[in-house]
């Protein structure tokens, strides 16, 4: 269907094809029958929303098992939790890599976490992929080529923003809301990036809050009262809501840009007021589970039924769910390209060399490209800007 | 462990050690990080013990000693071992400003006060001011020591001896501190402190004191925690961390070193029996549990085991009058 | 200037939020002498009922009043059930049984409920939205105010003019005398976890709609709470109240001009410990006497 072998793939599969027991040797965790792929989230504890994530990467290898596995091989996913902390990230990720044996790790979550393993993994070259972060740290190819991640980063979007903001409004003033941690941090980098030296003239206010603050009233006044007309506002949930709710108390209207954590309709549009949002930018590289836009679309036609049937009862307006299911999906694609050469060498080789893959939950235009010197599969997104009612798409697909 | 004869100690120290080398890489990793959750938990022990108030902010002082050992080791190149007299002494400073006013009152202030200390901590480390130090959200990679004079070990082997030296010095330390005068006359002046008050000791500085001694020692194992996990970053110090260390410390008993090791093993475990009793909301299981231990073993697992084995000695050699007394005493420090 | 006023004002409709926690860890205190830290975690489950009865169709006020009555039963129950009867009444259990109740409570409202944030319905908001004085203040934060201050007031009604609540006081200060003269002190602990936990859930339903429903929504609010108790008084009902909204006040003009916004939550434990310091009874407080 989607899947478009490249020729280098294809060439790489006929090349390997015929010793299998060579392989057992080295490349760990992979046998005639099965490759274990193992998994970090935080099942439990105050992060465990994101658990939905690699509860969809087990439904979606389930479902590819049910469909007799990839090249013969069925896919064992063992998923550990670490409670969002990095200590336990190390703890488990040992136990999947020493312990378990896996092949290697998919879709570990979170950046402090994530980045408490980086080191070790490197070390140890075993592959560390599609990390479900936003950092933009991922992409570090050079330095850590063992690691790489999947969505576009929070570095790669602000700079999106700001080069939509040099087009279409130079002469703006920005204030920036930011969480004080890696996540907000980013997305000051990302401004810098795309500004350039005009940085220290368009940004006249940065102002930061800590996950322990109850509210984000003292910010969002300081903000305003820099008199900037552009917001860019790097929040979690609860944060972005508050955010969005205090500015129209405000009365405060200025082009508002959220990240796109923070775009949910149930999370956090509906609780901060549908009509209080209108006007808000962000900026998308998934189609939206929950716009009737996408009904009838193939796409989501294929990840509906495929929530239907492999995670009944599950919440189908979570789009950590069609997160899941889109980085599952290239992972199957990385693990049909190595053919038989599952070694931790190849298959970080074919990570390395996905070309333009088409995923049925992707906006149409955006597809993940990777090569030897790119690991950031996804960089593109395109703007969207919430109605009142919905969120509408405008603009072409823009690459940072 | 009271009373036992040098050699059955030296045994179980040969035991030990021994295991660094039936077991390899991950399995060292958790038995190094059970050393280091017993080196920090012994240091409630010792809070708990003297002062009779519990501290629910220990995770502060071990996050403080591991971000001591990553900066100088990291920014300065210390090598490990010189940092861990200074991540104790930067600690037992803490502790002692912080336990100062707590310790003047009653109640349950003690608490409070490192309850907040452990929630504001990871923030003072992602703080502006000192972000060129702490690496502020990136955190701190940190380099763990080569093994030495070409030894024939692996990195987790020695990783792993080196922690369990440093435990059972500090578990040496906090024995003789435990039997030492110091140490009756703080558990009296707890007992009795008006008439220690009479005698004109100045209880809250001793307390203080007390408390330095107890964060000096969660300060070490936080520099240890350090060197094994080779990460430290804000995220990894959080409120939870310093209820674990407690709920450990209630698990394995508060009255004895013995509980300080039960409790660690708890700790570093339990996460792998919580998740087959409930894998959506272990926080409910660890929750029952400190409940029912305060309830059914206020000693804790060390002090069941000494009551146990108290009963057993008693009812060989006493007649059985004497038997519901002993049985009906709680346990005590040591 | 104007910056400065609406930094304040914004501070007292956020040391609103910390003022109605305050006072129920001030009920609690004044009951039992201790600080309960699963105050937080509670007043937070009982705000996913309230919500759970809202969503399945009763009237606000109707679910308003049926959580505060479930909330008390579970207070009372708490206390009878389990802290009555730990023998160990030294820090290590009270502190302890505290503790395990905040790790059940918080982690009952993320199993039960979900850990994504839900927004909850104001009574003081109509359809027009609810900002006041330019967005400075919105319509629900003004009542919620006007709620914790006749909460306030009840409570010093009930504590000045009710046998009940003399009975309270006296039990906390004096338990053995207050046993000669006939009152049954261990009913009125029950009773003080009681109010606290009805108390709670005012606070819960009345924070949710600023700050969103989520599991962990009290645990930054009950430090602030603390300190602002703290700072008014642990057992005076009014000075925790005003503790509050200085705190609020307190740390908005401190992020704001001082030490930035990432070390507000440093600010409130400095207040802790200075409080500590100098006056431990608080500012409104009567002196504590030293047990030691």
């Known amino acids: 269907m989607l899947n478009r072998r490249t020729l280098l793939g294809s060439a790489a599969l006929v090349a390997v094809a015929p010793v299998l027991r060579a392989h057992a040797e080295d490349a760990p965790g992979v046998t005639a029958g099965a490759i274990k792929l193992g998994n970090t989230n935080p099942h439990s504890g105050p992060a465990s929303a994101y658990g939905a994530i690699a509860n969809a990467d087990t439904a979606y290898f389930n479902m590819i098992n049910e469909q007799g596995g990839v090249n013969g091989r069925k896919i064992d996913f063992i998923s550990l939790d670490d409670a969002y902390s990095p200590p336990k990230t190390v703890e488990q990720t040992r ?38 972060t936003g950092a933009d740290k991922w992409g570090d190819y050079a330095h850590f080529p063992w690691t790489m991640g999947w969505q576009p980063s929070y570095r790669t979007e602000a700079a999106i923003y700001a080069k939509y903001l040099l087009n279409e409004k130079p002469q703006s003033k920005i204030a920036v809301l930011y969480q004080n941690d890696d996540f ?141 299911f889109g980085v599952s999906m290239t992972m199957e694609q990385v693990l049909k390209q190595c053919g038989n050469d599952l070694s931790r060498g190849n298959v970080m080789k074919q990570a390395a060399n996905l070309k333009d893959l088409d995923i049925p939950v992707l906006l149409p235009g955006i597809r993940i490209n990777t090569s030897p010197t790119n690991f950031h599969p996804i960089r593109a997104m395109q703007l969207q800007r919430w109605t009142g009612k919905g969120w509408e798409l405008f603009g072409s697909v823009i690459s940072a | ?109 003690l608490a409070l006060v490192t309850f907040a200390l452990a929630v504001a901590v990871p923030q003072m480390l992602r703080a502006k001011a000192l972000e060129q130090l702490t690496g502020g959200v990136q955190g701190i990679v940190v380099t763990a020591p080569d093994v030495p004079f070409g030894l024939p070990l692996s990195q987790d082997q020695y990783l792993y001896l080196v922690t369990l030296a440093v435990a ?39 307390k203080t004191r007390a408390f330095a001694i107890s964060a000096l020692f969660t300060g070490i194992a936080g520099a240890l925690a350090a060197i094994i996990v080779q990460f430290v970053a804000p995220d990894s110090f959080q409120p939870q961390l310093s209820i674990a260390l407690f709920v450990g410390l209630v698990v394995g008993g508060a009255g004895s070193l013995a509980g300080a090791v039960i409790g660690a093993a708890f700790v570093e475990f339990a996460p792998l029996l919580a998740e087959q009793v409930n894998k959506n909301a272990p926080g409910v299981f660890y929750g029952a549990l400190l409940v029912a231990i305060l309830f059914v073993m206020p000693g804790g697992v060390a002090g069941g085991f000494r009551r146990l084995i108290a009963g057993f000695q008693w009812r060989r050699h006493k007649p059985p009058s004497m038997l519901a007394k002993q049985q009906g005493g709680t346990a005590h420090a040591e | 200037m104007t910056g400065l006023l609406h930094q304040t004002l914004s501070g007292l409709a956020t040391g609103g939020i910390y003022a109605s926690l305050a006072l129920a860890l001030v009920m609690v205190y004044r009951a039992t002498r201790q600080i ?91 359809a027009g939205g609810g900002a006041l004085l330019g967005g400075m203040l919105s319509r629900h934060e003004v009542g919620m105010t006007g709620v914790t201050l006749l909460v306030l007031g009840l409570v010093y009604c009930f504590f ?96 704001a001009y001082l030490v930035g916004t990432d070390l507000k939550l440093t600010l409130a434990l400095v207040i802790i410990t200075v409080v500590l310091v100098l006056r431990p009874a608080g500012l409104f407080g009567r002196a504590v006497v030293a047990r030691v």
Not at chain 3, 237 to 251: K, N, S
């Open chain 2, 1 to 109: 462990m009271i009373g036992m004869p040098g050699l059955m100690r030296l045994l179980g120290i040969a035991a030990l050690v021994a295991c660094g080398f039936l077991f390899s890489g991950y399995h060292l990793f958790q038995l190094a990080q059970t050393a280091v959750y017993a080196v920090a938990i012994m240091g409630l022990v010792v809070v708990t013990g003297t002062t009779g108030q519990v501290s629910l902010g220990h995770g502060a002082f071990y996050a403080v000693g591991a971000y001591a050992t990553a900066i100088l080791m990291t920014n300065f190149g210390w090598p490990f071992w010189a940092t861990l007299p200074v991540a104790g002494i930067a600690c037992a400073a803490l502790g002692f400003a912080v336990g100062l006013p707590a310790l003047r009152l009653s109640g349950s202030y």
């Open chain 1, 95 to 132: 136990r999947l890599i020493e312990q378990d044996g896996v092949a290697f790790i998919f879709n570990g979550l979170g950046t402090p976490c994530q980045s408490a393993v980086r080191a070790y993994m490197n070390a140890h070259k075993v592959p560390q992929l599609f990390v479900a």
């Open chain 2, 168 to 206: 059972v010095l500090m578990f040496a330390f906090a024995h003789n501190i435990l039997r030492g005068r110091t140490w009756r006359a703080m558990v009296a002046l707890r007992d009795q402190p008006l008439a220690a008050e009479a005698a004109g000791i100045d209880i809250a500085r001793i």
């Open chain 1, 184 to 324: 907000g941090k980013d997305y000051l980098l990302g401004l810098k990036d795309g500004l350039g030296a005009k940085y220290g003239e368009m940004v006249v206010k940065e102002a930061s809050y800590e996950t322990t603050d109850p509210t984000i009233d003292s910010q969002a006044v300081t903000l305003q009262s820099s008199g900037a007309d552009v917001l860019v506002t790097a929040a979690t949930p609860k944060w972005a809501a508050q955010t969005i709710r205090k500015i129209a108390e405000l009365n405060w209207k200025p082009l508002h840009f959220m990240t796109n954590v923070s775009v949910s309709v149930g999370a956090v549009i509906k609780p901060a007021g549908e009509q209080n949002a209108a006007g808000m930018i962000t900026g998308a590289y998934q189609k939206d589970p929950t716009d009737p836009k996408w009904a009838n679309d193939a796409g989501m036609q294929e990840w509906l039924a495929f929530m239907k049937k492999y995670m009944p009862g599950a919440d189908i307006s979570d789009n950590n769910h069609t997160y899941g």
């Open chain 3, 160 to 255: 000045r003019f009710t046998r009940l609540g003399l009975a309270m006081r006296a039990a906390a200060a004096n338990p053995d005398s207050s046993r000669l003269v006939g009152i049954r002190v261990g009913w009125t602990l029950a009773l003080g976890w009681g109010l606290a936990a009805a108390l709670g859930a005012v606070a819960g339903i009345m924070v949710a709609p600023i700050v969103f429903l989520d599991p962990n929504m009290m645990l930054g609010i009950l430090l602030y709470a603390f300190a602002g108790a703290l700072l008014g008084g642990a057992d005076n009902p009014a000075g925790a109240v005003i503790g509050g909204f200085a705190v609020g006040v307190i740390e908005n003009l401190g992020g």
């Open chain 3, 36 to 126: 309960n830290f699963a105050q937080g975690e509670m007043a937070t489950f009982s705000t996913y009922v309230a919500l759970t009865l809202i969503q399945a169709g009763l009237p606000y006020w109707i679910a308003f009043a049926a959580t505060l009555l479930f909330s008390f039963v579970m207070g009372v129950a708490l206390e009878r059930l389990l802290l009555r009867k730990l023998a160990d009444h030294s820090g290590l259990g009270t502190v302890g049984v505290a503790i395990g109740l905040l790790l059940i409570f918080n982690a009952l409202s993320g199993w039960l409920f979900g850990f994504t944030e839900k927004g909850f319905p104001s009574p003081f908001e109509g």
